[in-house]
């Protein structure tokens, strides 16, 4: 088995690097496995450092006490599970119309990470309301939008799931994530509507009028950590994906053959 | 749009509905079970049931449209005559709008026709019995139109039918909102226009949006 060559398996490298370089898989694969362990430090890095200038030098709110730390972790989930949406739909549309199989590898691969940070940011929440509002969970125009994201997320991977054909669970999810991000707009405000028709927005988060700045850095931090665990993660995953779509590929066998020689 | 396809697709699926009369009557069925179930359920109290009668029979009315929908491509995929269809020039189009069409002639049209009926078993008040079925005759062509797409993207898959409630459910929330909401501005002394103006709006926007993307998740399942 070691008489496969390993360097003749991958020659792009050696070539120019251009825009669609990465866009191979087996050059994929490596950049990956050098980047994931790097994003996965600099995401433990920044939590310990975000976690310790929320928890040990931001100073004590004067109208929450306390309890308004949970933000630091609460709102970067929360930004992420927007975000991560967003770009789960990119990579399907940029799969969709470039027929790109990277592009539809990162969108299987970003739904997960997605849908965890929309449960962190809805479970947070949730802890942080209790003391705050008095209750787990109120019908509140954000709350009500952040729970349908995550419906739209399990959809997704519910249908990628359900289909056995790899091509077909590709397009079709694709389709699917790009008539959600379209229909996030359109839900979002008839959700702020609703909400706003029954009631008056009461339970807005308090107003940060001025925030301290060690609150700010450890928000930035903790949202830096979130991205950076982001992509570790999400690399990982892809590169999972990778293997187990190019299994039958000179490359991937030479890799595996290498690694058992070890 | 091939405009011939079309009326054949559409005929064709009247037909076929007229031949099995007691199945093409299982959605209404359900939906007047599901929604006196409710009064079982949250007591008969009529204050209570005035309350949530718009909301429940808008929640019976969406369900009973995703659950009739995975037979919508599933025969003509299954025999092939799915993929002959498709073969035709502009014909994807034309299929998605007619099946969408058809189900809502056959299931969506009854809800509409029934939910009145339901709104009396429930003491909605006289006056908002209108706007009910104003609500769902706007609502209920999304819905049949919103489920096309779900039953596009699970042709032929284990569990379809539970994949489109999923899929299709969070995209359906609007409608339901305005829907729903339109019968309760009434009962809160408001005019119950803009709701039926906006989901006027949705209707217009699935109308343009839902076909294609039922035609192209069609040629995915078939390709």
Known sequence: MHAVNTTSAAPALRSRLTWFTFASPANFYRLAGVLAPVCGLAAVAFALAGLWVGFFVAP??????????????????????????????????????????????????????????????????????????????????????????????????????????????????????????????????????????HQGSSLTMGAKQHMASPMLVAMLLLTLACWAYAFAVVFLRARAIVLEREGDTAWARALVADNQGR | MNGAVFVAVYQRDLRLAWRRRTEALLPVAFFLVAASLFPLGVGPDPQILKVIAPGVVWVCALLAAMLSMPPLFAADHADGSLEQLLLAPGAGLAVAAAKAAAHWTISGAPLVVAAPLLGLLLGLPAEELPVLFASLLLGTPILSLLGGVGAALTLGLRSAGMLIVLIVLPLAIPALIFGAGAAAAVDAGLSPSPHLSLLGALLIACLVGAPPATAAALRIAVE
Do not use: C
């Open chain 1, 60 to 197: 004590t709110d004067a109208v929450q006490g306390e309890v308004y730390r949970i933000i630091f972790i609460h709102v970067p989930t929360a930004w992420m599970s927007m975000v991560l949406y967003v770009a789960m739909a990119f990579w399907a549309a940029m799969g969709w119309f470039l027929n790109a199989r990277m592009a539809f590898i990162f969108a299987r691969a970003i739904a997960p990470t997605g849908a965890l940070f929309t449960v962190l940011g809805l479970w947070t929440g949730a802890l942080w309301g209790r003391p705050t509002w008095g209750t787990w969970w109120v019908w509140d125009a954000r709350l009500t939008s952040e729970l349908i994201l995550l419906f739209l997320y399990l959809g997704y991977m519910a249908l990628v799931a359900a289909i056995d054909d790899t091509r077909r669970a590709d397009k079709a999810g694709a389709l699917l994530a790009i008539v959600g991000v379209v229909n996030v707009p359109v839900i979002y405000f008839s959700v702020v509507w609703w909400n706003t028709l």
